[in-house]
């Protein structure tokens, strides 16, 4: 088993930005993807950023150009660092990280981009 805790989120004024964080705890050995998900409030939950285990990134087309995904094995913590954050950025993100196939999720971070 892996158990994610997300950590980060919270209230940020339109063109701020936050850094998320994700640690791995439990059993790390095999992860391979890590990634980070958003569900706004009666949305389905979609995919913001993936990162690989050899650091191969990929993003939402909302994020690209805003949003950088990093790892740092060595802390078994994945980064989500948001920049010029949109009000359309608000929702609840969780963290995704996949080992021997089997996806884990953490139970989430609030963000709150409002004046």
């Known amino acids: 088993q892996v158990q994610l805790v997300e950590s980060g989120g919270g209230l940020v004024q339109p063109g701020g930005s936050l850094r998320l964080s994700c640690a791995a705890s439990g059993s790390r050995i095999g992860i391979s993807d890590m990634g980070w998900y958003r569900q706004a409030p009666g949305k389905q939950r979609d995919l913001v950023a993936t990162i690989t285990s050899g650091d191969t990134t990929n993003y939402a087309d909302s994020a690209k150009g805003r949003f950088t995904i990093s790892r740092d094995d060595a802390k078994n913590t994945v980064y989500l660092q948001m920049n010029s954050l949109k009000p359309e950025d608000t929702a609840v993100y969780y963290c995704?990280?996949?080992?021997?196939?089997?996806?884990?999720w953490g139970k989430g971070t609030l963000v709150t981009v409002s004046s």
């Open positions: 995704n990280a996949v080992r021997w196939g089997a996806n884990y």
